[in-house]
């Protein structure tokens, strides 16, 4: 499948509980030890993905699609009868990304990552 599902966000407004239930439910390791406190999920076997729980203003799960050209898919998404919701983010050193809403209203996140993935 070209443009794979690459990551997934689960969000609410307790980010800190969230991550601690994931956890505990699913023995997923989380690791918040970081500025953002973004509880990161590694990918544990070859078929996961990665992942991150997060404080959020509305609770919600996203899926970011990997891309080589955000822009291009941004504008192709919006000829399409989508429509960008976050214009094109830069983590340095980590991806840049983009929020759109397709014709329904769900919102999927575009991403390019900066780093190669570890082999």
Same mark, same amino acid.
């Not at 689960?10 to 505990?24: K, P, R, V």
């Not at 960008?84 to 209203?105: W, Y």
């Given at each position: 499948?070209?443009?794979?599902?690459?990551?997934? +966000?689960?969000?609410?407004?307790?980010?800190?509980?969230?991550?601690?239930?994931?956890?505990?439910?699913?023995?997923?390791?989380?690791?918040?030890?970081?500025?953002?406190?973004?509880?990161?999920?590694?990918?544990?076997? +070859?078929?996961?993905?990665?992942?991150?729980?997060?404080?959020?203003?509305?609770?919600?799960?996203?899926?970011?699609?990997?891309?080589?050209?955000?822009?291009?898919?941004?504008?192709?998404?919006?000829?399409?009868?989508?429509?960008?919701?976050?214009?094109?983010?830069?983590?340095?050193?980590?991806?840049?990304?983009?929020?759109?809403?397709?014709? +329904?209203?769900?919102?999927?996140?575009?991403?390019?990552?900066?780093?190669?993935?570890?082999?």
């Amino acid at each position: 499948m070209p443009n794979p599902v690459v990551h997934f +966000e689960i969000g609410g407004a307790d980010g800190s509980a969230l991550q601690q239930f994931y956890a505990q439910a699913f023995d997923w390791e989380v690791n918040a030890d970081n500025p953002m406190q973004y509880g990161l999920v590694e990918p544990q076997t +070859e078929t996961s993905i990665g992942g991150g729980i997060t404080a959020a203003d509305q609770p919600g799960v996203f899926v970011y699609i990997e891309v080589d050209d955000l822009q291009a898919y941004l504008d192709r998404i919006e000829s399409l009868g989508g429509r960008t919701v976050q214009e094109i983010t830069t983590i340095p050193g980590m991806v840049t990304m983009a929020l759109f809403a397709d014709p +329904e209203g769900n919102v999927v996140g575009i991403v390019h990552n900066e780093t190669p993935p570890a082999e």
